[in-house]
T-cell receptor, first 113, second 117 residues
Framework: DAGVIQSPRHEVTEMGQEVTLRCKPI?????LFWYRQTMMRGLELLIYFNNNVPIDDSGMPEDRFSAKMPNASFSTLKIQPSEPRDSAVYFCASRDRGPYGYTFGSGTRLTVV | AQTVTQSQPEMSVQEAETVTLSCTYDTSESDYYLFWYKQPPSRQMILVIR??????QNATENRFSVNFQKAAKSFSLKISDSQLGDAAMYFCAYRPPVYNQGGKLIFGQGTELSVKP
């Protein structure tokens, strides 16, 4: 298994542009999580899905952020319009129903200038 | 609310020596899981060790071991025979049962470990 795959690895965009981050979870994993990592706030959960259904999006900072999971093998996190304060590393993680099993992707470093 | 606290923003250890990273957490749950993750400069989150709260025995993975004190809600990581490759940011994480917010991971703020040759 190739693990959790995120793309792109780096993204630099101008303020006001739309940004889409992508994630392919591990096959068979029921849960998918999006985390954001910043120096100020550390690792914070944005949203998670169970069986492709969004369960808790209370961590999504603003309406500019949206996430979808159209099928079990793909999820996106979209920011529209992007702002400099959105600059961070965004991680996707998936796990199965078992007690452990979190696997993280390599993250996307987003820079909004 | 469940919280995880790492009180040591930075730690340093001499190569081949032992270092202990501290972590405390707050929860009203009796059944949960605890983890230590390592994040090197590559930023990949790597699972170092995990502990089930119902197990009294402390987890061990090669040079890494934990001291789990359930009553004190303490979960420290001990790294023995430190190596240069151990230099990284270390995160303590708590995971409630699945019925509680899907069992999402809650992270501490991290401890930056440097290893001196």
């Amino acid at each position: 298994d190739a693990g959790v795959i995120q793309s792109p690895r780096h993204e630099v965009t101008e303020m006001g542009q739309e940004v889409t981050l992508r994630c392919k979870p591990i096959s068979g994993h029921d849960y998918l999580f999006w985390y954001r990592q910043t120096m100020m706030r550390g690792l914070e959960l944005l949203i998670y899905f169970n069986n492709n259904v969004p369960i808790d999006d209370s961590g999504m900072p603003e309406d500019r952020f949206s996430a979808k999971m159209p099928n079990a093998s793909f999820s996106t996190l979209k920011i529209q319009p992007s702002e400099p304060r959105d600059s961070a590393v965004y991680f996707c993680a998936s796990r199965d129903r078992g007690p452990y099993g979190y696997t993280f992707g390599s993250g996307t470093r987003l820079t909004v200038v | 609310a469940q919280t995880v606290t790492q009180s040591q923003p930075e730690m340093s250890v001499q190569e081949a020596e032992t270092v202990t990273l501290s972590c405390t957490y707050d929860t009203s749950e009796s059944d949960y899981y605890l983890f230590w993750y390592k994040q090197p400069p590559s930023r990949q989150m790597i699972l170092v060790i995990r502990q089930e709260a119902y197990k009294q025995q402390n987890a061990t993975e090669n040079r890494f071991s934990v001291n789990f004190q359930k009553a004190a809600k303490s979960f420290s990581l001990k790294i023995s025979d430190s190596q240069l490759g151990d230099a990284a940011m270390y995160f303590c994480a708590y995971r409630p049962p699945v019925y509680n917010q899907g069992g999402k991971l809650i992270f501490g703020q991290g401890t930056e470990l440097s290893v001196k040759p």
